[in-house]
């Protein structure tokens, strides 16, 4: 019997239970998993053999990593797929001690239900140091004939490279917007929401590929109103609009500084967005605007520098004031 997560909150003076649409239509087969064709296909082709090497899934969040893994465990198991398949996050416990202790008692142990291996997924393994990351090597190496290990990560470069080595690579990427879609559009039409047009462009823009953005937005618009609109999405999601964040652009390289001042007023003050959100919108937004390539290329390395700055502690407010001000001067030019 599957289990979900319960979101509780409060609507027309009562309480409400309602579960977490992400758990409640995580993919419980390969072939549920949207956007990653290619990388399923050959995925599907171990399953059938029945055999499975070191896999290394490599990809930015929300592409289906995780479902993937435990859905191969499912497939190749059955029944038996939770006595065979255990499930580590790299990010809580980081040092080697987890390699010795967790990893390595797990991976001793016989596989249940007539399996011929058991599988270990590690998430987030490009958060485990070099010292567990050396100690994992030697117990994959140790334990292969009973044990399969599948990493996920978000940079494959952050894993050193005699596991890699070890592992069949599968790179996932961002999903496509068709990817985004067909999946929202399954999930509303299963809880009776509609989503309007401007609202599924709105869900896709601050989704960015990550289906659990789209999901989570689309739940949270669905509290607010039967019929899920732009506004409501990136209300909720703390976004600005892409016209926004144009015009703020155009108006800083049109030359009037004061007046980009405060479309970013707006944008912090009153709709209480992160300097790092705003910059990010900021650089998504330059390759819609129609500007030299040699005027771009500048603008682009000044985001860069600045989105540095803020991730390393600067001052949010400073940093986005100094980046129109660039923006203004290099417009007059």
């Given at each position: 019997m599957a289990i979900y997560a319960i979101l509780i909150f409060w609507k027309g003076g009562q309480i409400i239970k309602e579960e977490i649409w992400i758990e409640k239509y995580r993919p419980m087969r390969l072939?549920?998993?949207?956007?990653?064709?290619?990388?399923?296909?050959?995925?599907?082709?171990?399953v059938k053999s029945r055999n499975l090497p070191h896999l290394l899934f490599s990809g930015p969040p929300g592409v289906g990593k995780t479902a993937t893994a435990v859905s191969i465990a499912k497939e190749l198991f059955a029944d038996s797929w939770r006595e065979n398949f255990t499930e580590l996050n790299a990010s809580d416990e980081r040092g080697?001690?987890?390699?010795?202790?967790?990893?390595?008692?797990?991976a001793k142990t016989s596989p249940i239900g007539g399996a011929d291996f058991k599988i270990i997924f590690l998430d987030e393994a490009d958060a485990l140091t070099s010292d567990a990351q050396a100690a994992l090597r030697r117990t994959m190496e140790r334990y292969t004939n009973n044990c399969r290990f599948i990493l996920s990560c978000n940079y494959s470069s952050k894993i050193i490279e005699p596991?890699?080595?070890?592992?069949?690579?599968?790179?996932?990427?961002?999903?496509?917007?068709?990817a985004v879609t067909e999946r929202v559009r399954f999930v509303a039409s299963n809880e009776g929401i509609e989503v309007a047009t401007d609202g599924m462009e709105a869900i896709k823009y601050v989704a960015q590929g990550d289906m659990r953005k789209a999901i989570n937005a689309l739940q949270a618009a669905s509290l607010v109103d039967n019929v899920v609109h732009k506004d409501t999405i990136y209300k909720i999601t703390a976004t600005a609009r892409p016209e926004q964040i144009t015009d703020l652009i155009n108006t800083a390289l049109s030359g009037n500084f004061?007046?980009?001042?405060?479309?970013?007023?707006?944008?912090?003050?009153?709709?209480?967005?992160?300097?790092?959100d705003v910059v990010g919108q900021i650089y998504r937004a330059m390759f819609n605007i129609s500007i030299p390539q040699e005027k771009m290329v500048?603008?682009?390395?000044?985001?860069?520098?600045?989105?540095?700055?803020?991730?390393?502690?600067?001052?949010?407010?400073?940093?986005?004031?100094?980046?129109?001000?660039?923006?203004t001067l290099r417009g007059r030019n």
């Open positions: 072939d549920d998993i949207v956007g990653q064709t290619e990388a399923i296909a050959r995925l599907k082709s171990y080697i001690d987890v390699v010795r202790t967790k990893i390595k008692s797990f596991i890699q080595s070890r592992c069949a690579v599968y790179r996932f990427r961002p999903l496509s917007d068709d004061m007046a980009a001042r405060k479309y970013l007023d707006e944008l912090l003050l009153d709709q209480g967005l992160s300097g790092e500048e603008l682009i390395d000044v985001i860069g520098e600045v989105d540095f700055r803020i991730a390393e502690g600067a001052n949010e407010r400073i940093q986005l004031e100094a980046l129109i001000a660039h923006f």
